[in-house]
């Protein structure tokens, strides 16, 4: 049997047939069943101090939600994003949103303006739950290009003109609602992800998600009433809402929330105050933890901690088992994707773990390893022996149904039945994944997805830059850094100022989060005779690694001088 009918069983659904919604999983139906009083989230202020939520507090407050966004003539399936840090009332907004069948986007609060606005505009986005700060200096100066914005609301102080504010909004809505009645396959969240081509993706998922998010949070995760649960990722990503929102509560379990950042000491006292039984992190943190030291965990008492798991970036062995000497619980690594919606591969507790490996399928999930062919525009993929590309029978329920607005790239990552992942892989003799690498140029960056044109293209915006080309490169503990290339304007000399001046540039309009950490002036960039920059070879010279496949690549300048370059300070 699948992990997705075991799910479906422990499921309850609408009341009287009237279909599945992911708030009435999450939340209401703890309620009926009597569990009112049960801690749904406790957040973690940055001042130490906690605030509660039950999940009744939590039911009646998104219920208010979703009869504001009534009152503001929201219909099902219109957009409703946040541009918030941790707070409660994020997670108010998303079931409130889910509740009213609206489509819930979450947006990251450490992106810039540019990623805001492009994400705000292709999301279509109606209504934005944000900070009076965040409004000031990200939507309001672009308030007239996005003319889907109906609504603003602002969670802190007097909101501005044209914005409406959280309290009043909420204060004049009953806390009753009653769910209309949901399709599995109707619309209910957006997550932006990142590909090598054109603008970001928006990957649209439906309610059907539930199935996956419960089911993987017991096969995986282990959770249910009674743990703790503490996931680390940020919101503002697929795993800070498929795990950090809804898994955890379909499932019964209390939501850690901490409202701070990263910092050793802190995570240690919250794992042992917060008594966590499950954690799901990524290695990042993991490698920032190991550099921390030893010491700082013996001090902290850890033996609530049942399972301990990670995702976003290949974990490797040393610190799988450094989870289980300083922790006294391994890491099991887990695989999957924005698009994926839900673990597809992992380390599976109570199995013996494979330290290195992602892990093997779950049950219900078939992983192949393929080589894609384009046939003009068709794609067809052939099994292969050995690495190749991870593919997945389509069909899960958490798949995404859609990149909104490009049907054509949602097509072309399928072919034959099976989903593109455009991860390589390698299968070994039992059936475990290892990782490879990515077949494609996105970069990942401290667990996060970074298209490299999305980058590139605000470099462009510098009244100096003339072309751009980013890549990542290996680093220690981010997994990879970015780096970028640029060739200059005529007339224009590059020297260490006017790096770090388009250095921070990148980091005004992105976010600190996906700005270029180092850039370097090039005479000219390698480019295909059709005029792609070309990153793979840009990244290969700068590795020393074999420059593979020059076939397409348009004759080059002859090399002047060493360029200068630029680092960033942080
Ligand atoms: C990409 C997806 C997974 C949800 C959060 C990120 C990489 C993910 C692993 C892993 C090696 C991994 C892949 C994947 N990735 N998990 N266990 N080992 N690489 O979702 O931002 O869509 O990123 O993250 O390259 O395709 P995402």
């Known amino acids: 049997m699948s992990v997705w009918d075991d799910a479906r069983l422990r499921l309850d659904g609408l009341p009287d047939g009237r279909g599945l919604n992911i708030a009435h999983e999450a939340v209401d139906r703890h309620v009926i069943r009597g569990h009112g009083d049960r801690l749904a989230l406790r957040f973690l202020r940055r001042d130490g101090s906690v605030g509660d939520l039950s999940y009744r507090d939590l039911g009646r407050d998104s219920s208010r939600f979703a009869n504001g966004l009534d009152a503001l003539g929201i219909c099902p399936g219109d957009v409703v994003a946040t541009l918030l840090e ?11 949103t889910l509740k009213a069948r609206a489509v819930l986007c979450t947006l990251y609060a450490a992106f810039g303006p540019e990623p805001v606005r492009v994400r705000l505009a292709k999301g279509r986005v109606k209504v934005l739950v944000t900070t009076a700060a965040q409004y000031a200096r990200k939507v309001e100066p672009v308030r007239r290009e996005l003319p889907d914005l109906t609504s603003v609301i602002i969670i802190d102080g007097d909101p501005p003109p044209g914005t409406a504010g959280w309290q009043q909004l909420m204060s004049a809505a009953s806390d009753r609602w009653s769910i209309p009645a949901t399709s599995e396959d109707d619309p209910a969240l957006i997550h932006f992800t990142s590909g090598t081509t054109g603008t970001p993706k928006a990957a649209l998922h439906v309610h059907q998600a539930v199935v996956a998010h419960e089911a993987t949070a017991v096969a995986v995760l282990a959770l249910g009433p009674g743990d703790v649960f503490w996931c680390t990722a940020d919101p503002g990503w697929v795993t800070g809402v498929s795990y950090g929102i809804v898994a955890p509560l379909v499932c019964g379990a209390t939501g850690i929330v901490d409202e701070a950042g990263f910092e050793p000491e802190r995570w240690y006292r919250i794992l042992a105050e917060q008594r966590v039984s499950v954690w799901y992190t990524a290695p990042t943190a993991i490698r920032m933890l190991i550099k921390a030291g030893d010491t700082l965990p013996r001090r902290h008492d850890l033996r609530a901690l049942r399972v301990a798991a990670s995702v976003g970036e290949p974990l490797d062995a040393g610190a799988v088992l450094w989870g289980r000497e300083a922790l006294g619980q391994p890491f099991h690594d887990t695989w999957w994707q924005t698009e994926t919606g839900a673990i597809m591969i992992a380390n599976r507790p109570g199995e013996p773990i494979r330290p290195g490996a992602m892990g093997r399928p779950l049950a219900g999930v078939e ?7 384009q046939d003009g525009e068709a794609v067809r993929i052939e099994p292969t022996e050995g690495s190749g590309e991870l593919a997945l029978r389509a069909g899960w329920p958490s798949m995404f149904r859609g990149y909104l607005g490009d049907d054509a790239r949602y097509r072309a990552a399928f072919a034959g039945g099976f989903y593109l992942t455009g991860d390589l892989v390698r299968r070994d003799g039992d059936g475990w994944f290892w990782f490879v690498g990515r077949a494609d140029d996105v970069i990942k960056s401290a ?17 100096a830059v003339a072309e751009a080309g980013v890549i990542g490169l290996p680093d220690p503990t981010v997994g990879e850094m970015l780096k970028a290339f640029v060739t200059l304007k005529d007339g224009i000399a590059g020297d260490a100022a006017l790096g770090r001046d388009i250095l921070a540039h990148a980091r005004r309009r992105l976010g600190p989060a996906t700005a270029p950490r180092e850039v370097v002036f090039r005479p000219a960039l390698p480019k295909t005779r059709s005029g792609k920059i070309m990153r793979r070879l840009l990244k290969a010279r700068e590795l020393g690694l074999p420059e593979g496949d020059l076939s397409t690549l348009e004759d080059e300048p002859a090399a002047s001088s060493a360029p200068p370059e630029a680092k960033a300070s942080s």
């Not at 667990?447 to 009244?463: C, Y």
């Open 86 to 96: 941790r707070v409660p009332e994020l997670y108010v907004t998303a079931f409130g």
């Open 367 to 373: 992983a192949a390893v393929v080589t894609r062919h």
């Open 447 to 463: 667990g996060r997805l970074i298209g490299p044109i999305e980058v590139e293209s605000v470099l462009l915006q510098h009244p």
